[in-house]
């Protein structure tokens, strides 16, 4: 059932193409993006005027990606919380705000909670949710499925990029109703969308590579990850990927904060990952980060560098290489993440973990 392989988690990192094509399928229908389950009203999405994202873990990570494409693509102001966090403080909601909760499960008890919350503030809540009939769609004003599959492993893969394919969507439906882009222009976003499955089968290739490179990692202490634009979240996952099936010390940091601190971490050997943009689609941040990759080789670091195909200018500083395919900056979540899931798994197999059931952790989180 594991498909032939060795645990569930690589199965279901393989399974990614064919989650993010269901995720797609049937949500841009004569022209226009459509959600699921809406019971909200067209002029209720028109009339937004800020979204909270809420989630946790992983999703909230996909959350932080979220924020990125809203707010280029729609002009709205958009903020990403923890959903624990969320109704503790007393955040500023009324009808025309949108709250986008994000539960691969439905059950998380934070997000639940944090959906309740902001319904008795009137605010407007759009679920992201992989598991259908779960208990936050059942409770929101419109929904959004991400036919990822189940997901049996306990760290989330597939479910995640899925939802990072749903808060495109989220995103476009949102321009879409507000006329920040023209039907033309939403359409050409969604045929980006739909070469992704593709994008992420061709990461895959890599998987022997990384898997062996995993393994020359194993007896690391810890591991540090960077990136800068939406890389910063993918930094965050692959550090949270390695913590819960590795146990080991792992932070991912935006890149531009190193000298503010964390810079003081780096040592001799000490594996550092940066995730970098295509210099093509994205020169400026991609100039940034070459000269952070400078600073912490300078520095003894072992560089371990996330790049788009062809980008030459970074392989000098490159200690360990792992191509991926050139994409819009906006989408390299998709091919970027894939890697740092299969790095993290095989770290954990080869210190002897059970990856796919991690200490201490559950699948769904059903208390605060
Ligand atoms: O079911 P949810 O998406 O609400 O779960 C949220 C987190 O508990 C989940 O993403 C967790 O962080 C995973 N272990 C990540 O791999």
């Known amino acids: 059932e594991k498909g032939g392989h060795e645990y569930f988690m690589l199965k279901e990192i393989e399974e990614q193409p064919e989650a993010l094509a269901n995720t797609l399928r049937g949500h841009f229908v004569n022209g226009r993006i459509v959600l699921d389950e809406q019971r909200m009203s067209d002029q209720d999405l028109r009339d937004v005027d800020k979204v909270f994202v809420i989630a946790c873990g992983s999703s ?4 932080l990606v979220a924020k990125y494409a809203i707010e280029h693509w729609c002009r709205l102001p958009v903020e990403v919380e923890l959903a624990s966090e969320f109704r503790y403080r007393d955040p500023v909601l009324d009808r025309d705000t949108l709250v986008v909760a994000i539960s691969q499960s439905g059950e998380t008890a934070d997000t639940l909670e944090a959906v309740r919350h902001a319904r008795e503030q009137k605010a407007r809540v759009l679920a992201i949710c992989n598991t259908n009939g779960a208990q936050i769609p ?3 004003d419109a929904v959004l499925y991400t036919h990822a599959g189940p997901e049996i492993g306990v760290a989330s893969t597939k479910a995640f990029l899925a939802q990072i394919v749903a808060n495109y969507l989220v995103g476009l439906a949102l321009a879409q109703a507000r006329g920040t882009k023209y039907p033309d222009e939403v359409a050409r976003e969604f045929a980006e969308l739909e070469a992704m499955p593709e994008a992420v089968s061709r990461v895959l290739t890599t998987v022997e590579r990384v898997r ?5 990692l194993a007896d690391s202490k810890a591991v ?3 990136g800068r634009h939406v890389g ?3 930094a965050l996952e692959g550090a949270l990927k390695l913590k819960e099936l590795a146990y080991m010390h792992a932070e991912g940091f935006a ?6 601190g964390p810079i003081a971490l780096i040592e001799e050997g000490l594996p550092v990952v940066v995730v970098m943009p295509s210099p093509k689609d994205n020169p400026v941040v991609h100039t940034k980060l070459v000269s952070n990759i400078s600073e912490i080789q300078a520095r003894g670091a072992r560089t371990i560098v996330i790049a788009s195909e062809n980008d030459d200018i970074v392989r000098p500083f490159a200690d360990h290489l792992i191509e991926i395919p050139a994409v ?3 989408l390299q979540p998709l091919v970027s993440t894939v890697p740092l899931q299969v790095l993290a798994a095989e770290i954990a197999r080869s210190r002897g973990y059970d990856v ?3 200490r201490n952790l559950a699948k769904s989180v059903t208390v605060e």
Do not use: N
């Open 232 to 234: 910063f979240p993918v």
């Open 356 to 358: 796919d059931k991690p």
């Open 60 to 63: 909230y990570h996909a959350g």
């Open 138 to 140: 059942r409770e929101s």
């Open 224 to 226: 540090l990850f960077l």
């Open 328 to 330: 819009p900056t906006l």
């Open 255 to 260: 890149a531009g904060e190193l000298k503010h």
């Open 212 to 216: 062996a490179l995993g393994r020359e």
